[in-house]
């Protein structure tokens, strides 16, 4: 049963990496699949940056700074916040920081957001050509405490960076992360879209006491809702009780 159940990572049409998400047939699709509850988290970064430079990961480097005015969507989705807003389907932002740890998100914008989750999309020189480097994991590590102390609630699929570049997640990462979000009091995200979660990481955030999120990342309605490999992975990592117990409870 799923209407315990909260989907906190869900896209709209204003995500360059759409396929046919809307927010009217999303919170539908929600609703149907018996969900408690959905929040849509647009990517802040392609909502201040054209295609082309966001992909091209300009922020990382220049932050906020190397977006221009006439590409800001940030207005679009505050207006299907202020359409679509309520008990049912929240808003928030998924969030990444620039190199220096700012996070890609001016103040005034963040204001009408209860919570935002933090990501990491990036990292200086990662690549598919040389393993991740000490370099790397350090900057992983500068990333996430910097969205810590920045006040995020949730951190998005915590490891995929590497294996989006085409690496196993660093096993020497698994508990400072863990660490680092239980201090500044951060859920990690369980997130399978175009990844696969290390089921050492979650049991390693489970001995510490980290609270999860349950997020389909949805690009696609047939995602919206889809639990059973999130669960699954729970399970797997030696948890077996009731799943509320560990959930981050983002409406409180």
Known sequence: MKEHLIDNHVHTELAYCSENMTVEKAIARARAAGLAGLTFT???????????????NVWLEQGLDGAEAAHNRMPAYLELKREYESDFARFSLEVECDARGNLLLKPEDRKPFDWVMGTIHALSGLNKQTPPQQAHLDQFLFLVESMGKAGVRVLAHPMRIFRRAGWEAPE?????????????????????????????????????????????DSHNLAEVGDFASHIALLREAGYDGELAEILVDTRA
């Not at 879209?193 to 999120?213: A, I, K, M, Q, Y």
């Open 42 to 56: 647009e990517h802040a970064g392609q909502l201040y940056f054209d295609r082309k430079p966001y992909w091209g």
């Open 172 to 216: 020497a990462l698994f508990e400072p992360t863990a660490k680092l979000l239980r201090q500044h009091n951060v859920a990690a995200e369980i997130n399978f879209h175009t990844n696969e979660p290390p089921v050492e990481f979650v049991r390693c955030c489970l001995d510490l006491g980290v609270t999860f999120s349950l997020g389909s």
